[in-house]
């Protein structure tokens, strides 16, 4: 596994266990364009936005959830 599908990886995985924080809602928002508590649903939109992002923005959404 490569560096960009680890973070994308740690980055679903900290929104799963935190669906209603703030770092995961600025998540949202800036993948999906919405901010709102993520489902189940939401939560799978964002691991296939994420795999379309470039690296920077991966970066940038990895250093939110750390």
Request: proline fraction near 0%.
């Amino acid at each position: 596994m490569g560096d960009k599908e680890k973070r994308i990886e740690d980055i679903v995985n900290f929104v799963n266990d935190h669906r209603e924080s703030t770092a995961s809602q600025i998540v949202g928002r800036r993948i999906l364009g919405y901010g709102d508590i993520m489902t189940g649903e939401k939560i799978n939109e964002l691991k296939n936005a994420l795999s379309n992002a470039d690296e920077d923005e991966i970066n940038s959404l990895f250093y939110i959830i750390k």
